[in-house]
């Protein structure tokens, strides 16, 4: 089983509708993060979380909400979803207690969305 | 402003070397990372390099030089399942990571 596990692994849905996607992790991370990924561009951030009562903004947060409702378990939010956030959606996780205090990135399998 | 340079494409025959570069403009510096990505799946940590200098590990070795702002990935012997995008991340003075658009490689047999 996946150590960081996204829910659903595919999506497609209508402007303006709402959707969640979720994720949980088994790896005992403080840290989560949800991350989109578009053809051509980086990886960008969207939001982040250090522990369950710390919620940051990324750069590309506007259009988003995040929830973290436990340690594992990190949800970003569309309230309202538009065309140009069909995208690939990655969560992941991090210790900056790892051995070799590298703050490696532990991702989830990644949630696929298309908004008509 | 932040940015990462890499190369959109590279090709490279099977049993070859390829050099996958890397050109950094953060504020702040606090470490380059590789990531592979598989078409379709999720990144996977490669290397990290904080300190000037080359670390091999087996068939891949990763290149720091911070006065130039510059990394690169080398994979020796290459294999068909190499085939991935190769992602290349700096970490800014706020600990943030900032991505570059990834290098997809293709290798032919």
């Known amino acids: 089983d996946a150590d960081v596990t996204q829910t659903p692994r595919n999506r497609i849905t209508k402007t303006g509708k709402r959707i969640m996607l979720e994720c949980s992790q088994t790896?005992?991370?403080?840290?989560m993060y949800w991350y989109r990924q578009d053809p051509g561009l980086g990886l960008r951030l969207i939001y982040y979380s250090f522990d369950v009562k710390d919620i940051n903004k990324g750069e590309i947060s506007d259009g988003y909400s995040v929830s973290r409702q436990a340690q594992a378990k990190f949800s970003l939010s569309l309230e309202s979803a538009i065309p140009n956030q069909t995208a690939l959606y990655f969560c992941?996780?991090?210790?900056?207690?790892?051995?070799?205090?590298?703050?490696?990135?532990?991702f989830g399998e990644g949630s696929r969305l298309t908004v008509l | 402003g932040q940015n990462i340079d890499q190369p959109t494409e590279m090709t490279a025959t099977e049993g070859a070397i390829v050099q996958i570069n890397c050109t950094y403009q953060t504020s702040g510096f606090n470490g380059l990372f590789w990531y592979q990505q598989h078409a379709g799946e999720a990144p996977t940590f490669l290397s990290y390099n904080v300190l000037d200098g080359l670390e091999e590990k087996g068939r891949f070795s990763s290149f720091l030089s911070r006065s130039k702002g510059y990394s690169y990935l080398l994979l020796k012997e290459l294999q068909m399942k190499d085939s991935a995008s190769y992602l290349c991340?700096?970490?800014?003075?706020?600990?943030?990571?900032?991505w570059g658009a990834g290098t997809k490689l293709i290798i032919k047999p």
């Open positions: 992941a996780t991090s210790d900056p207690r790892d051995r070799d205090y590298t703050g490696e990135l532990f």
């Open positions: 790896k005992g991370h403080d840290r």
């Open positions: 991340a700096a970490l800014d003075s706020n600990y943030q990571l900032i």
